[in-house]
RNA sequence: GGCCUGUUGGUGAAGUGGUUUAACACAUCGCCCUCUCAAGGCGACAUUCACGGGUCCGAAUCCCGUACAGGCUACCA
């Protein structure tokens, strides 16, 4: 019996072979230097944000090589398969601009590589398998998970690297007689590679990120079919990214270790295996210590957690582009009109150790950001928002669209534009004292600064309106006429004159603006008094200060 | 236990053997400006690159050891 009629026994129903595969995934016809990369999750649920980090990175690394960024789903581990999850997956790659130009894509498969679920990929699998099989660099191990068990426990009694290689490989030599006889006998198994590593070789690899990398070789004979007939993650990775020609393997560190495997499988596979970059992990402090950003303890790891609080995608993608490469911040902050996809991205920017993630950080680029946005733009943002998470927010934007506009309007269309905003769920905090609705709903507290007396409040408040509030004023005459208030009550309307002699008088302007600030908006902090005057006009205005006397 | 990797301030980090008395940004703290806040301006914030050795005229940068941290060590990815 040789190893061809083994391979068809051992993995009968195949329907192809190796060669027709290859036929049928031709070499790419790309511009030299485009980068084939790819983003291949499990559909295990949740998008953490480290995901997001890779995916971001292959997505640039693609498009401005005029490469080609493809999705492919990997499960081969159906257990843990969560429904739904592969939808997820890619609204939230979509939702930030990272979506595929190939393979699974909100809109179906697309490409001539496919099918781009791995499930889908079995008879490929097995292909090539049976192919190894045949040219005796695989076989079948009859071992039972009761004998593996006992096998570790052994080692590590013996303090012996655990894994199945050289003397522990019991059925690496098995005669194809012999293991037909154990096929015949019913019994279970599952297909090998048959390393020819040495553990004492060392290999010496290249990451485009990690630089030179020393490793021993594998000699370990990992599993590359399991028993359900799909493959490992080692071996689908190897048939997959060469199949589809990817190359570069852009993953997250925590697969450096399995890498002498990787390329030891393409070597195997006699095929020039990909580039590789391994991205360091996105961590957290904790006490003294760094962990992985993690799910359950940090709210921010999850993807979903910036649209529910309303940080703009696009902060979030600046954030990612600030941890990813080293000079990406100056460039942004010098660069005008800065748009990401210009940024040129580089492995050798890219941190070898893990970065920690920073919110506060982030929530500050996104004031930035939002900043920087015109009003009406945060107006339709501040309205998407509301439309998902607050009804009470979206009536009154719907209701109160210009003023809404004008309202965020104060302060922004200069060159430093006022930073009020980190998020949209901060707009409503911030803003709602300009809606009577919210605003008479409320038994507002009044924020007095220095001056507290009632008597002299109504006073400010009385004068102000008949004498020195004119609503055609433009804003140096409105400033000047609250002078002039301040001066007929003997305050100082010249902050150096009153600091110079603060005993001359009762207080200064600025305790004038503060009551009639307080008065009107019950905050003592607000933007610009005189434009949010302009919003409200006499009548309410009037309305706001009887209120506030009456609340005396 | 074994294998691999990493370690620069409160944080992200620049830095790849010699104008580094360690860039820049965030945070923090002062002062100035100012109708409040925000913004802005100015300034402070690592005599030192985990620690210990070594190589060299010269080291954060190269080598060795130690400590700490992270990853891997599945018929999970």
Redesign the pocket.
Known sequence: MDLKELSNRLLPNVEHTREYYEEKYPKRDLPEGAMVTRY???P?GFVHMGALFASYINSKMAQQTNGVFFVRI????Q??EVEGATSDILRDLNDFGFAPNEGMTLDGEKGMYGPYI?SKRKDIYQAFAKDLIEKGLAYP?????EE?NEI?DK??RV??????YGEWARDRYLTPEKIMEKIEAGE???IRLKSPGH?NH?IEIKDCI???????END?D??II???G?????F??AVDDYLMHTTHVIR?????????THIQLFQVLGVKPPKYAHI??L?K?EG?????LSKRKDPEAAVSYYTEVGIPKEAVKIYLA??A???F??WF?TTPNADLNDFNMEF???????????L??L???S??YI?KLPATTVYEQALSYASKFDQELEDLLIKYKDYSTALYNI?RER??????YVMYSDIKNQTWYMYDELFDALKVTYEW?NIQDKTEIKNILSLYLEKYYHETDD?SA??HR??ELAEELGYAS???AY?ENPEAYKG???????V??VALTS?????????LMKLMGRERMQQRFENCIKSF
């Open positions: 291949a999750p499990s295990t990997e499960d081969t581990d257990a843990r791995q191990c009859f071992m039972s998970p593996l570790r080692q590590e303090k012996a690297r655990i894994g199945i279970k198994y599952i553990f060392k990690k630089g030179r990398l020393e490793m021993p370990i990992i599993v399991k028993s359900d799909l493959p490992t993650y080692h689908a990775h997250g560190d925590e697969w450096v270790s399995s890498l002498p360091a992990p961590s402090k003294e210590n760094h962990r992985k600030t941890i490469n080293s000079n911040e100056r902050d050798n920017k890219m941190s070898k150790s893990d970065s920690l993630f920073d506060e950080k929530q500050n680029i004031r930035n900043s302060e060159k430093k534009p006022r930073k009020d600064g804003e409105w400033f609250m002078k010249d902050m150096k600091k200064n302007v600025a305790d004038i603006s503060i009639l600030r905050k003592a902090q607000t933007p610009n008094l005189y434009n």
